[in-house]
């Protein structure tokens, strides 16, 4: 087990729970070449907001393109908003090789898309979807675009991870539930830990090129991402009352999604992290390191942020994408 030594909170400058405008207010993006994937709905369309408004040239790739376009009516340009499924890793290479072909540079890349709880699929190159979509398409765009991020000279990556990856870690010989009975909520676990360790070898492998990378949780929020859970699974969960209200405990505790993607935009902005990479955070900070079987809601568990499971996640994602 290999964990950095500053998975810790740090003088994170800002509040726990700010809004999106008030992590943004005072930044100055103008120049400044973005890209947020699932930027159209919760909290990736207030991200895309947010970093609009300090004068960042966003891009917004979606699988459907034509609600992308029709959220994203007058926040970003139409040429902005292209096609491409995270589920297809053929569209992935179109979409980058066409970006490409238009901009030398990428400053900001921030891996928001993501699917939760469905039931098996498969991806269109046979992976398991919820692990195909959250981490192999990303992994994908990413290596696609690291000539970009380079020449930004100062890029960060920032992946969406999840209170999820408490679940469980990544099964290295099994990825893809062929070997073992799929379940909904392990197969999401597994995917937001991928995620996580994504951006830990991303950062080991980037930070000589200037290429630093982050994993946030942004929290519990309602969004489409809960799409696929039917009210009843979510009132077992402690989510909704019966007529589909939220519970009192996600009144509670629960964020608007501008309040979720405060988290992913101070990782980020915040000169709090420069000299920093490869760390997982939550509620605008880094995160704290806790024990494997800690009932502690906040925090990270150690398999998401090992390094020497995140290299080898890389090397087999790789490896299984080569294979195709």
Not at 131 to 149: D, E, Q, S
Not at 157 to 184: A, Q
Not at 210 to 219: E, L, N, T, W
Request: charged share 20%; proline share 4%; net charge negative.
């Amino acid at each position: 087990m290999s964990v950095s030594k500053d998975q810790k909170p740090i003088d994170s400058g800002i509040q726990p729970t700010p809004e999106a405008s008030d992590v943004v207010a005072g930044l100055d993006l103008s120049g400044k070449t973005v890209m947020v994937t699932g930027g159209y709905s919760g909290i990736g369309f207030e991200t895309v907001k947010a970093l609009v408004s300090a004068g960042a040239h966003v891009h917004a790739p979606g699988r459907d393109l034509e609600r992308a376009r029709k959220a994203l009516d007058g926040v970003v340009s139409a040429s902005h908003v292209d096609k491409m499924d995270l589920s297809d890793l053929n569209s992935v290479d179109k979409f980058a090789d066409d970006f490409l072909d238009r901009h030398k540079k990428l400053d900001l890349l921030i891996c928001n898309a993501g699917i939760m709880a469905c039931p098996f699929e498969k991806t269109a190159q046979g992976f398991e979807s919820q692990i195909g979509v959250n981490h192999f398409g990303h992994f994908a765009l990413i290596n696609k675009l690291m000539g970009a991020l380079e020449a930004a000279q100062g890029a960060r990556v920032v992946t969406l991870s999840s209170i999820g990856h408490r679940i469980g870690g990544v099964d290295l010989d099994d990825l893809h539930y062929e070997n073992r009975p799929y379940e909904k909520w392990p197969a999401y676990g597994q995917s937001k830990t991928a995620k996580a360790l994504l951006a830990v070898e991303l950062d080991r492998i980037g930070k000589d090129k200037g290429i630093r990378a982050f994993s946030v949780h942004p929290g519990g929020i309602f969004t489409p991402l809960q799409r696929h859970l039917a009210n009843e699974e979510m009132v077992a969960l402690g989510w909704t009352k019966e007529d589909g209200t939220p519970s009192d405990l996600a009144a509670a505790g629960f964020k608007t999604p501008s309040v979720g993607a405060s988290t992913t935009l101070w990782a980020a902005t915040s000169a709090k992290l420069d000299g920093l990479g490869g760390l997982y955070c939550n509620d605008c900070n880094v995160a704290e390191l806790v024990a494997d079987d800690s009932p502690d809601m906040n925090g990270v568990r150690s398999w998401a942020v090992d390094q020497d499971l995140a290299t080898r996640l890389w090397q087999t994602t790789a490896a299984q994408i080569a294979a195709l």
